[in-house]
């Protein structure tokens, strides 16, 4: 029930940051024109957390680090590969990662961020898995993590309701096959690439180009139905397919956490694999949308509510910007 390495990764601890700030719906509602109801009964998100004024995506970073590594008992010089899912970092040059490591003190790790948008953290474990697999690496710490608030455009009622803030964190070990990561696989689709997209603040549209400014480019921008039809489409299968290669049936998985972007994604999700409602995790409804956070996020949260605990079978699935999209199958 393995893909064929040797040599996979496990997950050796887990660690979670999340910034003090909530926004309620209730707050939102002073703000735009929209109401509790309104954003329940189409996101099923409730509140969100939001960075405070002078902190950014490097304190949650080396936060929810820290926690993961001393979960896993695993002192930072014997951290080999530092991966940053992100894609809102503190800035454009260097990577968050290198930034981060004097303070997270993994002085002899490699450094680098990866940006699949909501799919980040599930592309980063493939990356991280292979190089345990080929030896190359021991112990990889793994981070998602998102400041989206400070790319939400607050007047636009229908995105700003959706976002939150915060970051997640594994440690990556190596194990025997049929341990760990049992399977992994992704998917990108580029024809897609203007349903999910903040256009401005590159190259093509500078952030202090009148343009960019003009057009609120810097701003996430999303075609909703469009995306919702996409990203439940692709999950399931992409899921399906792995739970067919390990002969594997929907009905013996422990766990099953999908990227928190909606719940009614979520549900449509859980619906088409025909798994329980006791199967699927979800707490979007306390911290929206983090993108390549909520992962990470969920497992600390399935983990301390007792919904995950070692030796279960468990899937990870989550879609994004580019189109992206990534699955994996884990024996926690």
């Known amino acids: 029930m393995h893909d064929g390495f040797r040599t996979t990764a496990r997950i050796a601890g887990l660690g979670r940051f999340l910034p003090e700030k909530i926004v309620t719906n209730q707050d939102l509602e002073k703000m735009v024109d929209t109401s509790d109801e309104w954003i329940t009964t189409r996101t099923g998100i409730k509140e969100r957390r939001v960075v405070a004024e002078g902190e950014g995506l490097l304190d949650l ?9 001393d979960d896993a008992g695993v002192e930072p010089e014997a951290i080999d590969l530092l991966i940053v899912a992100t894609a809102t970092p503190d800035q454009p040059i260097p990577a968050t990662s290198a930034i981060a490591q004097p303070q997270l003190g993994v002085v002899n790790a490699a450094c680098f961020d990866l940006s699949a948008a909501c799919s980040g953290f599930t592309y980063s474990l493939n990356v991280a898995r292979q190089f345990i697999a080929t030896g190359t690496a021991q112990n990889i710490l793994v981070i998602g993590a998102e400041c989206l608030t400070r790319y939400t455009d607050w007047s636009d009622r229908k995105t700003c309701v959706l976002f939150g803030d915060g970051a997640g964190a594994v440690v990556l070990q190596p194990a025997d096959a049929g341990e760990g990561i049992l399977h992994i696989d992704w998917r990108t689709d580029g024809t897609w690439a203007d349903f999910i997209s903040m256009p401005g603040g590159g190259s093509r549209f500078p952030p202090h180009s009148r343009e960019s400014i003009d057009q609120g480019l810097p701003f996430i921008k999303m075609r909703g139905n469009e995306t919702f039809k ?103």
């Open 61 to 69: 970073v080396v936060r929810a680090g820290k926690a993961a590594m």
């Open 230 to 332: 996409v990203a439940v489409r692709a999950m399931t299968g992409l899921s399906l397919d792995l739970l067919e290669r390990a002969g594997v049936q929907p009905a013996d998985l422990d766990l099953f956490i999908p990227h928190q972007a909606n719940q009614r994604i979520i549900q449509a999700v859980g619906k088409r694999m025909r798994l329980s409602d006791k199967q699927v995790y979800s707490n979007v409804h306390q911290f929206g949308n983090t993108s390549a956070a909520s992962i990470p996020m969920a497992m600390v949260g399935a983990v301390e509510e007792g919904r995950l605990k070692r030796g279960d079978l468990l899937m990870l699935t989550a879609f994004g910007g580019g189109l992206t999209w990534g699955s994996a199958l884990i024996r926690f």
